[in-house]
């Protein structure tokens, strides 16, 4: 039998690349998006479109309001999205953000008797996030397995991050191998609400410059 697995799916490329990796590895899959008020909230329907081509166990939406989080210029709407590198970290880390996350996706883990979640981070072609490095995820892991019924009683759970050392040119080589159809993704921090994407932002160029690596068009509904 497909052993289930939590799949952190926010409707970006990366994510949808994971879900159809955890599909080919015969995971039975339980997809999670989590609306937390991001101001790139056409994600969630792409999130959506994904969750039913993919044909998932179960699709849910976690809706926790992150607007508070004045400091992000992904909740904190009066704030100007960045559109040019800049050295640190950018506007658009949100605090905590990928540890809720991982929080909820592993309280659902252990609600279905599931061992695996997997996550779409990466640590090469990235903003800089420090929630996206592999010391963070094999952290959380261990934290995971110290502080769940189902690590006390002596399973393991794993945090899945297949991508961590991949850049974008070889998240998308590998999506495409796995026939992963890029244009019901949305990977834009100001995405209209039909999904067009600025091609302006940091995740925007980061996308475009892994599509123009391969010589590859990308599908994106650009401004």
Known sequence: MSKPAVI??????????????????????????????????????????????????????????????????????????????????PSTYVPARNTMMMTLALAWAETINSLDIFIGVNAIDYSGYPDCREEYISSFEKMANLATKTGVEGSKISIHAPLIKMNKAEIIKLGLEHNVDYSMTVSCYQASEDGHACGKCDSCRLRREGFDKLGIQDPTLYL
Request: net charge negative.
């Open 8 to 89: 952190l799916l926010s409707g970006g490329l990366d994510s949808a690349t994971v879900l159809a990796l955890a599909k080919s590895l015969d995971y039975e899959c339980y997809a999670m998006n989590i609306n937390y008020q991001q101001r790139h909230s056409a994600e969630l329907h792409y999130a959506k479109r994904l969750a039913v081509f993919y044909d998932v166990k179960e699709y849910k939406v976690v809706d926790i309001d992150l607007s508070w989080l004045s400091s992000s210029s992904l909740t904190n709407k009066s704030m100007a999205i960045p559109e040019t590198s800049s050295k640190g970290i």
